[in-house]
């Protein structure tokens, strides 16, 4: 499979515990974001990675929350003592864009991790 | 800060209807994008529109993008229970090429 695949798809945990998910995007992408969706509402951003550059962070994440992007390549989000407001989908996609240019490319999106805070 | 406002938040329509959904930004977009998202599934892309006044057909569906690039719209014509799902605008800011701003979607519901 070349998609964008997401682990876990599931996660269920207790408030305070902290979680980790991961992306492995497309291979040859070197663009990837985070994000966030609740029911009934539209994709939030959290962040964005163009490689292993971690070039904007929404402002409405607490500190919480981090991403790492090591290699380029897969990419975490972490998590830390969570909250109940934090149960959502977490969505991560990729794209081809090329660097300097105006945004462009598709977004493609993996299955998407939901997390659910007790 | 920047907004995308998408309007109808719902719309039932009987399966053979048309059904529209309209996007508009506060400021400029270099560009806009539509995604389908099915229920229980991810966003799926369906088109990007990128010059002013663009419009691109893909079968029953129509997009158009706004002469001064801030708003669009996407057309089904003659809808199929297939269409069901929440469709989202979403554009990068002329100013800003990292991170696409979403509008909230519209869902469609078609009565078989």
């Known amino acids: 499979d070349t998609g964008v695949s997401q682990d876990p798809r599931h996660k269920i945990t207790k408030r305070g515990q902290n979680v980790t998910f991961r992306c492995d995007p497309i291979s040859e992408h070197n663009r990837l974001y985070w994000y966030r969706q609740t029911l009934g509402q539209g994709p939030e951003f959290l962040t964005y990675?163009?490689?292993?550059?971690?070039?904007?962070k929404s402002r409405l994440l607490s500190d919480r929350f981090s991403a790492e992007r090591p290699k380029g390549s897969f990419s975490t989000l972490e998590i830390q003592r969570t909250e109940q407001g934090d149960s959502a989908m977490y969505l991560c996609?990729?794209?081809?864009?090329?660097?300097?240019?105006?945004?462009?490319?598709?977004?493609?999106f993996g299955e998407g991790s939901r997390l659910t805070v007790l | 800060g920047q907004q995308v406002m998408q309007i109808p938040q719902y719309q039932h329509v009987q399966e053979g209807e048309d059904f529209t959904t309209y996007c508009n930004s506060s400021t400029t977009l270099s560009n806009i994008q539509w995604y389908k998202q099915r229920p229980g599934g991810h966003p799926v892309f369906l088109i990007q529109l990128v010059k002013s006044g663009e419009v691109k057909k893909q079968k029953r569906l129509t997009f158009q993008f706004g002469e001064a690039k801030k708003n669009s719209s996407l057309h089904i014509t003659a809808t199929q229970t297939t269409d069901v799902g929440t469709y989202f605008c979403?554009?990068?800011?002329?100013?800003?090429?990292?991170?696409?701003?979403w509008g909230l979607g519209t869902s469609l519901a078609v009565n078989p």
């Open positions: 979403a554009g990068f800011n002329a100013g800003n090429n990292r991170k696409l701003i």
């Open positions: 990675f163009q490689n292993e550059a971690q070039l904007e």
């Open positions: 996609a990729s794209s081809s864009g090329t660097s300097g240019r105006a945004g462009t490319g598709e977004l493609f």
